[in-house]
């Protein structure tokens, strides 16, 4: 079946090391990939999302990996501050269709 | 730009209640969201609008759901009758365009039926 999923439920890290969250999805007709960060009470935020024409995008401290070979997704977050400390999600589309999300990954950055 | 804005934050009503969320988009965005999110099932996608127009509602549960859009700045999502099983948080997101990218989300409302 169609599916988009997480390796790992939760994640603690060290404040100051780099974060590594992953995320697998199962149909090869996604091409839009995107990752939300959700803080306690909060609504998901946007971080930052990729098309299946790219393997790899960077923003402010975050990069996304995209492996369409085996269908695999990663947010590499650098220098974790506890201010990262949340729910990350990934979510997955199909030719604009709707975004499916994960279950997502709760980060925890000790200090 | 203030975001998505949703109310109440909280919701706490008896099974059997009329219970109705209210959402205003982020000023130019013309597609609008309704997920709600629990723990079991994640954040399911319910319906959304393009241009005030219902394009996808086949994530509703039922018919004690529904939702309108009377215009470009505001959203309702109403449960009649509200059952104890719908409690959850349910967010409103905009979007830019016909897009499902790059969603806006507001802050929620946590719904409780008792």
């Known amino acids: 079946g169609e599916s988009v999923g997480l390796h790992l439920p939760t994640l603690s890290v060290q404040e100051g090391d780099n974060s590594i969250i992953n995320c697998a999805y199962s149909?090869?007709?996604?091409?839009?990939f995107i990752w939300y960060k959700q803080e306690s009470g909060k609504g998901p935020q946007f971080i930052i999302d990729i098309r299946s024409n790219m393997d790899k995008r960077q923003g402010q401290r975050v990069t996304v990996l995209l492996n369409k070979t085996v269908k695999h997704l990663s947010l590499q977050i650098a220098a974790t501050q506890p201010g990262d400390s949340a729910v990350y999600f990934c979510a997955e589309s199909r030719q604009g269709g709707k975004l499916i999300f994960g279950q997502g990954t709760e980060l925890s950055v000790k200090p | 730009d203030a975001g998505v804005i949703q109310s109440p934050r909280h919701e706490v009503t008896e099974m059997g209640q009329e219970v109705t969320l209210r959402c205003k988009p982020i000023?130019?965005?013309?597609?609008l969201f309704w997920y709600r999110q629990t723990m079991m099932r994640g954040l399911e996608l319910l319906i959304y609008?393009?241009?005030?127009?219902?394009?996808?509602d086949s994530g509703m549960p039922e018919d004690r759901f529904s939702a309108k859009m009377p215009n470009a700045s505001f959203s309702t999502l109403k449960i009649q009758p509200s059952e104890p099983r719908d409690s959850a948080v349910y967010f409103c997101?905009?979007?830019?365009?016909?897009?499902?990218?790059?969603?806006?989300f507001g802050s929620g409302t946590q719904l409780s039926v008792l």
């Open positions: 609008f393009n241009n005030n127009v219902p394009i996808d």
């Open positions: 000023s130019g965005h013309n597609s």
């Open positions: 149909n090869s007709a996604s091409d839009y």
């Open positions: 997101a905009s979007s830019f365009g016909a897009s499902n990218e790059k969603l806006f």
